[in-house]
């Protein structure tokens, strides 16, 4: 089981260009999140997913699409970066009913020049 | 929504010492509180959790307290160890929706 795997590791943006992160998970999980990490500012929700075909906002959607076309991959979608949008990207994946536990990705540490 | 908050932002102790790391939240709904600690360049993961319908938690040198009534809980790290260094996070969340995050307690263990 490698768990959730997040690529790329790392990324440079100038402002204005695109880019997709991909975000697998091998666990079967139904549920799938997107968060970004800025200093000081813990984890803060960007788009989630509560199975394949689904997506729904979190705290700070903008900006940003996300995709979930097949239950074990979520894409998150950046469509014109801003400097704004620099920080470090986690994914993370949970199972439905009583265990609530999430599983994190290794992290996308992201810079928009 | 729900708002969670975090104190200390920093926290110093010397080896063998305890650790406490606060949260309130807001939302009285809210039932499944985790705690996460992030080591330096990785990923969060979980420690501990607590739900409402239990006061407190032991999971050998950390334990976590639960106070319904004033909306705060707490993480307790006994004897602490140079490896107990990182970021600790709390987090709230009510039914199956998703977690609120507290923005976080850097935790350093001096030798």
């Known amino acids: 089981n490698a768990g959730v795997t997040q690529t790329p590791k790392f990324r440079v943006l100038k402002t204005g260009q695109s880019m997709t992160l991909l975000c697998a998970q091998d666990m079967n999980h139904e549920y799938m999140y997107w968060y970004r990490q800025d200093p000081g500012m813990g984890l803060r929700l960007i788009h989630y997913s509560v199975g394949e075909g689904t997506t729904a906002k979190g705290e700070v959607p903008d900006g940003y699409n996300v995709s979930r076309l097949k239950k074990q991959n979520f894409l998150l979608g950046l469509e014109s970066a801003a400097p704004s949008q620099t920080s470090v990207y986690f994914c993370?994946?949970?199972?439905?009913?009583?265990?609530?536990?999430?599983?994190f990705g290794s992290g996308t540490q992201l810079s928009v020049l | 929504g729900e708002n969670v908050e975090q104190h200390p932002s920093t926290l110093s102790v010397q080896e063998g010492d305890s650790a406490v790391i606060k949260c309130t939240y807001s939302?009285?709904?809210?039932?499944?509180f985790p705690w996460y600690k992030q080591e330096l360049g990785k990923r969060p993961q979980l420690i501990i959790d607590i739900r409402s319908n239990v006061g407190e938690k032991k999971d050998q040198r950390i334990a976590v307290t639960l106070n319904k009534t004033a909306k705060h809980f707490s993480l307790h790290i006994t004897e602490t160890q140079p490896e107990d260094s990182a970021v600790y996070f709390c987090a709230a969340s009510k039914g199956y929706s998703t977690l609120t995050f507290g923005k976080g307690t850097m935790l350093l263990v001096s030798p």
């Open positions: 939302d009285s709904a809210s039932n499944y």
């Open positions: 993370a994946s949970r199972a439905t009913g009583g265990n609530e536990k999430l599983f």
